[in-house]
C-alpha cells in the first residue's frame, strides 16, 4: 500500500496527526501537520521529492524516510525507482537540438547576439521524454524541428537563414537534418 494511502487511514485526524508529527521529531505539532498535509497534497513521493523543501527539521527526503519509519513501511525500492527515473530525467535534459546557419557578424552589437542565442536551439521539456524510449525521442525531436521551421519559414531574423539542424542525443552522438529531411 502506498506512504501516502497508510498516512491517511491511520491518521485520520487533525489530532492525530499532531501525534504523528511530535514523532518525526517536530518541537512545533502544527507545523509537522503543515508538513504532513504538504506532503498528503502531493500525492506521489516522486511529487515530493521534486520539490527541495527544507523545514529546519527534514529535507524532503529525510522527511519521507522518518515517516516510512514510523509507518513501519520499506520505501527503499521506490526510492530506487524515483532516483532512477531522476538521474535520466538529468541525461535527458542535455538532449538538444541546435539550428545551424552560417552566420558572419558584421555590425550587430554582441549583447543583442547573446539576447537572441536561444533562438538558435530548441529544447523539450524533459518529463515530457522521461519515459520515453529512444525511438520515440528521437521522433519527438523530428516533430519539433519540422514545427520549428514552419514557424520561422526558415529564417532566424538577425541570424540568417536556416540551413539544417544538428541533434545531440543523450548516447553523446550528433545527428543532423538537413533541410531536405524537412520535406
Do not use: C
Not at 37 to 62: C, G, V
Not at 118 to 134: D, Y
Not at 149 to 164: A, M, N, R, S, V
Request: hydrophobic share 35%; glycine share 4%; aromatic share 10%.
Amino acid at each position: 500500500m502506498p506512504l501516502h494511502k497508510i498516512l491517511t487511514k491511520n491518521y485520520p485526524t487533525e489530532d492525530a496527526l499532531r501525534e504523528l508529527a511530535m514523532k518525526l521529531g517536530y518541537n512545533s505539532p502544527e507545523k509537522g501537520v503543515k508538513q504532513l498535509q504538504k506532503f498528503i497534497d502531493k500525492r506521489t513521493i516522486e511529487d515530493w521529492l521534486s520539490d527541495d523543501m527544507y523545514d529546519f527539521k527534514h529535507t524532503a527526503l529525510s522527511f519521507v524516510e522518518a515517516l516510512a519509519s514510523v509507518l513501519g513501511v520499506d520505501i527503499e525500492n521506490t526510492l530506487n525507482i524515483v532516483e532512477e527515473k531522476r538521474l535520466r530525467e538529468i541525461d535527458i535534459s542535455k538532449v538538444y537540438v541546435e539550428v545551424e546557419i552560417h552566420f558572419k557578424r558584421t555590425t550587430e552589437q554582441i549583447m543583442v547576439l547573446i539576447a537572441r542565442q536561444s533562438q538558435r536551439t530548441i529544447k523539450v521539456n524533459p518529463k515530457l521524454l522521461a519515459n520515453k524510449n529512444i525511438s520515440e525521442i528521437f521522433d519527438i525531436y523530428a516533430k519539433k524541428i519540422k514545427e520549428h521551421y514552419q514557424e520561422t519559414k526558415g529564417d532566424l531574423g538577425i541570424w540568417g537563414k536556416i540551413q539544417g539542424y544538428d541533434y545531440y542525443h543523450i548516447d553523446g552522438k550528433k545527428y543532423s537534418y538537413s533541410l531536405d529531411d524537412l520535406k
